[in-house]
């Protein structure tokens, strides 16, 4: 089945800095999805982009999306400790009859003071 | 999460016994899916439904089956329970076209 794949798997950087994490799927997708997670925990929607946007932001969030490439990138701009958790990047695709992420296997962030 | 909770939060129950998690929405959306997450795979979806009585299979969804008789409630079942069934199970609801909102999650060991 199609999976988004993270990279890097695991991320460490300083408060203040920028993270960015990159998406890569398999196949042809209605939107790509990003997901926070902290530790034991659900997951909490962050943001949503379309297949025919190419950027979107929402506040310190901005995403890519090159559907050609079928990547994508999350970038958080002037991180807090606070931004320390686990991304899953998740693919909505156009097959069935109901929207049905797939989720890659994420990336853990660690931002420390 | 607002407008879901899931039910147990954790149980252990031994090899071979039935066990049913149970999600309830507040919220009156039309989907519903359970999720397990385990190290290294991320989250990999069981089942899901897109209306009362409608369910449809995942990724992953051998050993499980589901019920929908109301829209606030999807019930998760592990008909015969096997330690490779020891997960955490997330449940998400979503109106269709947007993000899903996902419970707190029920951690399961089979011993």
């Known amino acids: 089945s199609q999976q988004g794949e993270e990279d890097p798997q695991a991320l460490s950087i300083q408060e203040g800095e920028n993270a960015t994490m990159n998406c890569s799927y398999k196949?042809?997708?209605?939107?790509l999805q990003w997901y926070r997670q902290n530790s034991g925990r659900g997951l909490v929607h962050l943001i949503l982009?379309?297949?025919?946007?190419r950027e979107k932001h929402s506040g310190r969030l901005r995403v890519t999306l090159d559907t050609s490439k079928k990547s994508s990138s999350l970038l958080i701009t002037a991180s807090r400790a606070a931004d320390t958790a686990s991304y899953f990047c998740?693919?909505?695709?156009?097959?069935?009859?109901?929207?049905?992420?797939?989720f890659g296997t994420g990336t853990r962030l660690q931002v420390t003071l | 999460d607002a407008g879901i909770t899931q039910s147990p939060r954790h149980k252990v129950t031994e090899t071979g016994t039935p066990v049913t998690l149970r999600c309830h929405q507040t919220?009156?959306?039309?989907?519903m899916y359970w999720y397990r997450q385990d190290p290294g795979h991320g989250l990999r979806l069981i089942h899901y439904?897109?209306?009362?009585?409608?369910?449809d299979k995942g990724e992953v969804s051998d050993g499980y089956s589901v019920s929908r008789s109301k829209t606030e409630d999807f019930l998760l079942t592990l008909e015969s329970a096997t330690s490779s069934q020891t997960s955490v199970y997330f449940c998400?609801?979503?109106?269709?076209?947007?993000?899903?909102?996902f419970g707190s999650g029920t951690r399961l060991t089979v011993v």
């Open positions: 998400a609801i979503s109106e269709g076209s947007g993000g899903y909102t």
């Open positions: 196949t042809s997708i209605n939107n």
């Open positions: 982009i379309r297949s025919n946007e």
């Open positions: 998740a693919t909505d695709d156009l097959t069935g009859t109901a929207s049905k992420l797939t």
């Open positions: 919220e009156n959306h039309r989907y």
């Open positions: 439904s897109y209306g009362v009585k409608d369910t």
